[in-house]
């Protein structure tokens, strides 16, 4: 079973950065389209980014050229990297994997809690 465990979530003031991180365990990480998800007090959750087994990625217009995912496929991890935060970036964050076929298995962590504030 895979399981996803986030951390990294913060208060953090605007203009600064943070780091996502996000650890799967229970299957073969490398062959899993991962991805970074939000969702604001009253808003419906929405992908922020994804990148696919092969390293392509895709992101929210609202987080373009400030916001970076990456993977580790030796450690098993998925990170994403914010800069320049917006009082608006204020979510729980969730990690997500999807096994990449036709009705495949979609997992998700916990989340953790991002606050731009200052």
């Known amino acids: 079973q895979v399981q996803l465990v986030e951390s990294g979530g913060n208060l953090v003031q605007p203009g600064g950065s943070l780091r996502l991180s996000c650890e799967f365990s229970?299957?073969?990480?490398?062959?899993?389209?991962m991805g970074w998800y939000r969702q604001a007090p009253g808003k419906q959750r929405e992908l922020v980014a994804g990148?696919?087994?092969?390293?392509?990625?895709n992101y929210a217009d609202s987080v373009k050229g400030r916001f970076t995912i990456s993977r580790d496929n030796a450690k098993k991890k998925v990170y994403l990297q914010m800069n320049s935060l917006k009082p608006e970036d204020t979510a729980v964050y969730y990690c997500?994997?999807?096994?990449?076929?036709?009705?495949?298995?979609?997992?998700w962590g916990q989340g953790t809690q991002v606050t731009v504030s200052s």
């Open positions: 990148i696919t087994s092969r390293g392509r990625t």
């Open positions: 229970g299957s073969i990480f490398s062959i899993y389209d």
């Open positions: 997500n994997a999807v096994y990449p076929v036709l009705n495949g298995n979609e997992y």
